[in-house]
């Protein structure tokens, strides 16, 4: 079964400044995808970042880049320029690459951006 | 953009009554799943529907819970008889599947049992 660990379930940032939230997650399997999900107060679900396993380059979406490293099993986002609005919950998820296998979610880390 | 609705957002029941939690995926997708989250805890893993039937389920999703796809465009949840520990958060997503798998979430419906 695969898991999925975040050791951080809180962390704060200066706005404008750069925070790199914590994944690392267990699995046998060679090929997956894994994510960054993002839930304000809301609580609606956003999704973040995707890496697919089998690339080697980390994905980055604008102020949001991954440090993927496989051999080790890490995932660590990186938010860079940190805005008020970046303040969320956010999940570390991970799913086979093979048809509808469900997300294994981590527990979270909760995001604070102070001005 | 397209998205993935949920309804009610809030859905307050007593004990041992039943419910329908009503999702609405994105429309050319073909992967439909529920999750929970109870306050503050992760989210969980409930079911995943493909081809009309459920592919795979949690060991949450016992008996009372069932899921239908009633008429090609909506996605329900059904708990029989709620139970006070199943007050949580529940979220719908789709996806297309295949390899550019990317999950939508809705908004979620607050179940709150009393």
């Known amino acids: 079964a695969q898991t999925v660990t975040q050791s951080q379930p809180e962390m704060s940032v200066q706005e404008a400044e750069t925070v790199t939230l914590s994944c690392t997650y267990d699995t046998s399997e060679s090929n997956y995808y894994l994510f960054w999900y993002k839930q304000p107060p809301s609580r609606q679900m956003i999704l973040v970042i995707r890496q697919e396993a089998y690339k080697q380059q980390n994905a980055t979406e604008n102020r949001f880049s991954v440090n993927f490293q496989k051999a080790a099993k890490s995932f660590s986002l990186k938010i860079s320029d940190s805005q008020l609005g970046d303040t969320a919950m956010y999940f570390c998820a991970f799913m086979l690459l093979s048809g509808n296998t469900p997300l294994v979610f981590g527990k979270g880390t909760r995001l604070s951006v102070i001005a | 953009e397209p998205e993935v609705t949920q309804t009610p957002s809030h859905q307050v029941t007593q004990m041992g009554q039943e419910v329908i939690l009503r999702c609405v995926p994105i429309s050319n997708h073909l992967y439909f799943y529920w999750y929970r989250q109870i306050l503050g805890q992760k989210v969980e893993f409930l079911v995943s529907?493909?081809?009309?039937?459920?592919?795979?389920k949690s060991e949450i999703f016992d008996d009372q819970f069932s899921v239908e796809r009633p008429d090609g465009s909506n996605f329900t949840l059904k708990i029989r008889s709620t139970k006070l520990e199943d007050s949580a958060m529940y979220f719908c997503?789709?996806?297309?599947?295949?390899?550019?798998?990317?999950?939508?979430f809705g908004s979620g419906t607050q179940l709150s049992v009393l």
């Open positions: 997503a789709s996806g297309l599947g295949g390899n550019n798998e990317k999950l939508f």
């Open positions: 529907f493909y081809n009309n039937e459920i592919s795979e």
